[in-house]
């Protein structure tokens, strides 16, 4: 079975400043790994993913990612954090079979930057 | 290129009816699948649809069903309505499986009450 934690519930940062949300998944086989955004009454927004190759990813916004292997972590970052980037962050994995697509969701990270 | 539409976006519902929700994928999308969020259980998967195929289904009891047609739009139908069925349905959709993307794109939702 696949599971994604996400440790922080929320993450509280100064405009400006960098930002870390954190992730780290579990799955069987090569993991398919994706950061996705919700704003208030909204679906999910798809901000980036590592499939293969470079272990830092650069997705939408100027938001980055790096897969870390061995910790099995993937967290997302951004160099300096906007007020408009409060919002509900989700990781999920799904196994490299492509008979198994499901994505499975961590339970979110509340960003909130402060002004 | 329009996005993910579904269709009702909010839905109020008596305990025992049943409901039926509409997805229509991205132009050129044939994989559909549905994911329910509740605030206690998170996003969970529901099921996918492939050539009008279903091809995975998630841990939710035989109330929950869905169908996709020949032009890869998708419903979902949920019978004899629970109190605890009220949620954001989400639809997502993604090129077909083997087409070398992995990313699925999301909806608005449906936002199901069932009092």
């Known amino acids: 079975a696949q599971s994604v934690a996400q440790p922080e519930d929320q993450v509280n940062v100064a405009e400006g400043n960098p930002l870390t949300v954190k992730c780290t998944y579990s799955?069987?086989?090569?993991?398919?790994l994706f950061w996705y955004v919700q704003y208030p009454n909204r679906g999910l927004q798809f901000l980036l993913k590592?499939?293969?190759?470079?272990?830092l990813v650069k997705g939408s916004y100027g938001f980055e990612a790096e897969f870390n292997k061995s910790q099995t972590s993937f967290h997302l970052k951004k160099p300096s954090a906007l007020v408009s980037d409060s919002a509900l962050y989700f990781c999920a994995v799904r196994d490299s079979d492509t008979g198994r697509r499901a994505l499975t969701f961590g339970s979110g990270t509340r960003l909130q930057v402060q002004p | 290129k329009a996005g993910v539409t579904q269709t009702p976006r909010y839905l109020i519902k008596t305990r025992g009816q049943q409901v039926t929700l509409s997805c229509s994928p991205i132009s050129g999308h044939r994989s559909v699948s549905w994911y329910q969020q509740t605030p206690g259980q998170g996003l969970q998967f529901l099921f996918e649809?492939?050539?009008?195929?279903?091809?995975n289904k998630g841990n939710f009891p035989g109330r929950f069903s869905g169908r996709q047609f020949s032009n890869s739009r998708s419903e979902m139908n949920v019978s004899t309505l629970e109190l605890g069925d009220s949620a954001l349905y989400l639809c997502?959709?993604?090129?077909?499986?083997?087409?070398?993307?992995?990313?699925?794109?999301f909806g608005p939702g449906t936002r199901l009450t069932v009092t």
């Open positions: 649809y492939f050539s009008e195929t279903q091809r």
């Open positions: 799955v069987s086989g090569n993991p398919y």
């Open positions: 997502a959709s993604s090129l077909a499986p083997g087409s070398g993307s992995y990313e699925q794109y």
């Open positions: 590592y499939i293969t190759g470079d272990n």
